[in-house]
């Protein structure tokens, strides 16, 4: 059984960096579109209300397309740490991936959810969603500090697996719009919450079964 969930587990975290080094560069290429500074492109463009009517809406989602790229790479560095051989980049990576979410990416993440498209449903989940992964980020700091490494493991695993909300939520859109061809609008409150309660559960199995 042992050997059995040491296999789960290694299978688990090889296909996580294949999955992230592709759909890291694909995230990559969507923060370029955004430099140098620009506010008629990519998602902008839908944004035009709040560009033109909230003075710090820009300031706030430049906050956060910019640090989210950092926090993607800094948390997956520290989540595999050791195991993969990169045990010298876990404290540092783990110190920039907390930081950035604690003070920039997340509490922009949670002003942007008050304006998200879709709708109220979309709003409650992209706050929910915000508020979730500064809780379990610094749940995961606490931890740290206080040498409970087991738990702290688990609750970065936890704020990891909201930080790749990024990415699942784009690969739902795909999936759904590819199927189904439901309205815009339709789509907006669907994955909002898709791109982050299906990672939660699974990591909850995970943790329960002792998998990570």
Known sequence: MLSIKRNISSVFKILL???F???FWLMLKITLEYIPLKTDVSFLMIKQTEVRERQEYLYFFYTHVYTSIFVLLSGFLAIIRKDFGVRSFHKK???IYIFLILFLAAPSGIYMGVFANGGIYSKISFVILGSLWW?????AFQLARQKKFKEHKQWMWRSFALTISAITLRMWKVIIVYLFHPNPMDVYQ????????????LIEYLITKKYI
């Open 17 to 19: 960096i294949i999955g």
């Open 21 to 23: 080094g592709y759909f």
């Open 93 to 95: 990576a783990g110190k």
């Open 135 to 139: 809780f379990s980020t610094f749940k």
């Open 190 to 201: 669907i994955i909002a919450w898709m791109g982050w309660i299906p990672n939660i559960i």
